[in-house]
């Protein structure tokens, strides 16, 4: 797969949260359900893994966890990066959907310890390139789930998409990261309105570069 010719495109970081925004309308709820099943899930997971690898003070302990924690909720939030493909092709949505990518297991896996080594690599050697890489494979996931892409033809598709705009990208990252943060400080009840719009935000990005019209 290719995506378009877009060597000049560039997007405009607040019309696209707010446009993310708008586009939570009628469907909040099944997104806090959705994310509220991944929190729960996850709770689970990483607090058997840490009575059976304590992490405290043991970074081997702590790769293990992540390593076999991944099968579990990885798929899942690969779901929710999807429930916001899916609301910007203005499709419907259930909360079980999340649950649609666990037969994509080996891809999935194979996709994420390839990502994680190599950004802890640019992390390790220089931070600079570990951000980059970061924010370069943002897409990685969806075009291995959606379009079948195989692993590295998907983290290369992606990083030289975002590569042309990464700035703005990275920008996008910060932004929304700083409004979740904040949105989560009364009580968490912002956070109803601002994952969606990030999720969806990307999810719009994603539909523009990768999707044919």
């Known amino acids: 797969m290719q995506n378009r010719d877009l060597d000049d495109y560039e997007f405009l970081i607040i019309p696209l949260l707010k446009e993310g925004?708008?586009?939570?309308?009628?469907?909040?709820?099944?997104?806090?359900?959705?994310?509220?099943?991944?929190i729960i899930i996850s709770v689970i997971t990483n607090s058997i893994l840490e009575f059976i690898f304590p992490t405290t003070g043991s970074l081997a302990n702590q790769y293990i966890a992540g390593i076999l924690s991944a099968p579990v909720t990885v798929p899942i939030a690969v779901g929710l990066t999807m429930l916001g493909v899916s609301i910007a092709r203005d499709q419907e949505i259930d909360v079980p959907s999340i649950f649609n990518y666990y037969n994509m297991m080996y891809s999935i896996i194979i996709?994420?310890?390839?990502?994680?080594?190599?950004?802890?690599?640019?992390?390790?050697?220089l931070i600079v390139p570990g951000i980059y890489l970061s924010i370069s494979y943002l897409f990685t996931y969806q075009l291995v789930v959606d379009k079948g892409l195989g692993t590295w033809e998907a983290m290369e598709l992606?990083?030289?998409?975002?590569?042309?705009?990464?700035?703005n990208f990275f920008g996008l990252a910060l932004l929304s990261g700083i409004i979740i943060v904040i949105s989560a400080i009364p009580l968490g009840i912002g956070l109803i309105w601002t994952l969606p719009m990030t999720y969806i935000s990307y999810g719009l990005l994603y539909h523009h570069l990768f999707d044919d019209e």
Not at 21 to 38: E, N, Q
Not at 111 to 125: A, C, N
Not at 158 to 167: A, N
């Open 158 to 167: 992606s990083r030289k998409t975002v590569t042309k705009q990464w700035f």
């Open 111 to 125: 996709t994420y310890m390839s990502i994680t080594i190599l950004v802890s690599l640019g992390f390790l050697f």
């Open 21 to 38: 925004l708008k586009r939570t309308d009628g469907i909040k709820l099944k997104f806090a359900g959705a994310v509220l099943i991944f």
